[in-house]
């Protein structure tokens, strides 16, 4: 027998009723087709409900339902009925067979409801840039949250400057799948408040969220220390934060919630200061500090995500020495300026996957 005997299917926005709760055993997998395609439930003793496809990864045969329910650690895993390869029941990651990856779905509990939903699509929407090095670093960054979650969907968007767009790119979703914008962008600024919330209304009925911006985040703060010490940072360094700036003041409050985060990390004050929009200007800062302290060098920490435009604004500000962005150009990185004592790595930080990742966890 399977779910769809009983006539249950109530599609909502993205969510389909399945069945209701007490039609599913502990251990024992149920079939449901939801369109053209068949998932597999399972409910555990614990009360979890989990949601996969039911086509074996290996064979494609609608089997899966009539997997054996298991658990590696405190994993709880599926093995196929056909060559016993075991998943992942969360995850869809195959123990096994490294090469095989079992569809997931979400799965929720609603008023006494079994209900199932495509994963949402993780759209991460950068800002844009036409700069070589700062697309291949924001690149970079989406390709390594890909490949650290091999069963997301990750697809890259952006605001300004490049293509697609939001719009365009969730237009190459299936209709039915929801999707989770993380902007990656430092502060939540116009671009989310306004550009970003307007592409989600817009795509109604899809199922659509926005994720707040990646900072403030104390990792943030941990990055911008690290390239200071990759540019060489002095005790007698005096350290001005180079932000983009925005005319949002809540934004502004960001930045200068991470200049805050940073001077702990470095145990020194830090003068927050602005490439636009904002006061003060980083070259005012920089200029501001060399006369209060003119026997220290003065150092800007570049609080961008990646090489560009601004990012050459804030090298030009008059510095001793002029930290690299939060991401670098994982192809060609620049020579360090300054005394630098360490060579920086050009990977994205991995501080930066988990943020974006929390971000859409969060959120989806």
């Not at 949250?145 to 293509?163: G, I, K, N, Y």
């Not at 990390?265 to 929009?277: H, K, N, P």
């Amino acid at each position: 027998m399977t779910l769809t005997d009983h006539g249950l299917h109530v599609a909502s926005a993205s969510w389909t009723t399945v069945c209701r709760r007490e039609q599913l055993e502990p251990l024992w997998g149920e079939a449901a087709l939801i369109g053209t395609e068949q998932v597999a439930l399972f409910l555990m003793p614990d009360g979890r409900l989990f949601a996969v496809a039911n086509a074996d990864p290996a064979t494609g045969a609608f089997v899966m339902s009539r997997g054996i329910v298991g658990s590696k650690g405190d994993r709880p895993t599926i093995a196929s009925p056909l060559h016993k390869d075991v998943f992942d029941l969360a995850t869809g990651t195959c123990y096994t067979k490294p090469a095989l990856r079992l569809p997931t779905w979400r799965v929720r509990e609603h008023n006494g409801e079994v209900q199932v939903s495509h994963r949402a699509a993780l759209v991460a929407a950068s800002h844009g840039t036409s700069d070589p090095a700062g697309r291949r670093a924001v690149a970079a960054l989406v390709e390594a949250v890909r490949q650290a979650h091999p069963d997301l969907t990750v697809l890259d968007s952006f605001v300004d400057v490049q293509e697609p767009d939001v719009p365009g790119t969730m237009a190459t979703l299936d209709e039915r799948t929801p999707a989770t914008i993380v902007p990656l962008l430092l502060s939540a600024g116009y671009h989310v408040h306004v550009d970003l919330a307007d592409a989600a209304r817009d795509a109604a009925p899809r199922e659509v969220h926005v994720t707040g911006a990646l900072g403030p985040d104390i990792r943030l703060a941990q990055v911008l220390a690290r390239r200071l010490a990759e540019a060489g940072l002095r005790d007698d360094d005096r350290v001005v934060l180079a932000a983009a700036g925005s005319s949002n003041a809540s934004a502004v409050a960001d930045c200068h919630t991470v200049g805050a985060m940073l001077a702990e990390q470095l145990a020194r004050e830090v003068t927050v200061s602005f490439i636009s929009a904002a006061e003060p200007r980083v070259a005012t800062a920089v200029a501001d500090e060399r006369l209060a302290h003119p026997t220290s060098r003065v150092v800007v920490a570049t609080y961008l995500l990646a090489p560009g435009y601004f990012a050459t604004l804030a090298s030009q500000a008059g510095a001793d020495v002029t930290s690299r962005p939060l991401l670098v150009d994982p192809q060609l990185p620049e020579p360090l300026t300054g005394d630098a004592l360490l060579v920086a790595a050009a990977a994205p930080p991995p501080e930066l996957v988990d943020i974006v990742t929390e971000l859409y966890a969060s959120a989806s």
